[in-house]
């Protein structure tokens, strides 16, 4: 046999592995995210409309820990509005830009993101009812491309609902300030019924609508009402409006429980619920994780596990309340 007719048989049985090999190669090329390239500097998308500083300085402290450096080992394009009906924008700018990843701040920012992408993961900072908005298929395992932190944690509403009564124990009827039109709002809404009647407490739905958030007529029928205390329920409304809420709660002397630090630092009275700013910067562990090659699908949405009580002191004295001692235990705050 010839050298030449050798060299053939060789070349003919070899032919099937040097095939397999080389179409290896290219599904793995076509696997690997853009991240992954030799180099490659990650480009993410922050999307938020309610989002404070502090939560944004959280994120960036998160990812600070983990390494990234702004502008040199991450970009970031920072996006947060006022008017909610920008975000499909800028998540639509978002996908042509085709970002790594997208960060989204709240409920209406992540279904913003959805419907631009089913493809570019999407990390969510503190969605509310994740499963109830369709978020996701289920907490444990996600099986789309969002995951996360929820802000939700269970007996959330009735534990602020016990709080107050402990804080205030002669109230007969407490007052629910809520927007009905934001996804999460309503459940919300329906736990604290539950509560307040477990309590033996009268209820006081104070309804505001985003076309017309006449909020002072909403204060008059809290006063019409006798309620001896309120709870403001977050949304990007009454963020928006959170100067006017803790003020008219103040000139018409009725207790308000908020449920983040932005009210309190606004001269609101009190807050419970979980820290906002754990979960901006669990977001960036999340983050991580995803450029590292992690399947959103597959990683699970965290509850908080950190919560506030903080009082503000000088809005206390204001309205004369003197609180009893088991619950100014509780407190993991006082602002003076």
């Not at 429980?257 to 977001?283: H, I, K």
């Not at 004369?320 to 509780?330: A, D, K, S």
Request: aromatic share 6%; glycine share 6%; hydrophobic share 45%.
């Amino acid at each position: 046999m010839t050298n030449t007719s050798r060299l053939c048989k060789l070349i003919n049985r070899s032919l099937p592995y040097i095939m397999f090999a080389a179409l290896f190669l290219v599904l793995s090329a076509c696997g690997a995210s853009k991240s992954d390239a030799p180099g490659r500097i990650p480009h993410v998308g922050f999307l938020s409309v309610s989002a404070t500083p502090e939560f944004i300085e959280a994120l960036r402290e998160g990812l600070r820990d983990l390494g990234y450096i702004e502008d040199e080992t991450i970009i970031i394009d920072w996006r947060v509005v006022s008017d909610r009906n920008e975000l499909q924008g800028i998540a639509k700018e978002f996908v042509a830009n085709e970002v790594d990843l997208i960060i989204a701040g709240g409920t209406k920012s992540v279904q913003a993101a959805m419907k631009e992408t089913s493809t570019i993961p999407i990390v969510m900072t503190n969605s509310g009812d994740a499963v109830g908005t369709g978020l996701v298929a289920s907490l444990a395992r996600p099986g789309g491309n969002v995951t996360g932190s929820t802000q939700i944690s269970p007996q959330l509403s009735a534990k602020r609902v016990q709080l107050l009564k402990e804080a205030i124990p002669n109230i007969t009827n407490l007052a629910v300030l809520w927007n009905p039109d934001h996804p999460n709002t309503p459940r919300m809404f329906r736990e604290i019924e539950n509560a307040v009647a477990g309590f033996g407490l009268g209820l006081v739905s104070l309804e505001i609508f985003e076309e017309s958030p006449n909020i002072e007529a909403a204060f008059n029928r809290a006063v019409e009402s006798q309620a001896g205390a309120m709870l403001v329920l977050r949304d990007p409304l009454t963020i928006k409006h959170q100067q006017e809420i803790v003020d008219l709660a103040a000139a018409n002397r009725i207790p308000a429980m908020y449920e983040t630090m932005n009210f309190v630092n606004a001269g609101g009275l009190m807050l419970y619920g979980p820290s906002f700013e754990d979960l901006y910067r669990n977001a960036a562990t999340f983050a991580d994780k995803i450029l590292r090659g992690s399947i959103p699908a597959e990683m699970p949405v965290e509850h908080p596990t950190t919560f506030d009580l903080v009082i503000h002191y000088k809005a206390a004295e204001a309205l004369g309340l003197e609180f009893p001692e088991p619950f100014l235990i509780r407190t993991t705050k006082v602002i003076r």
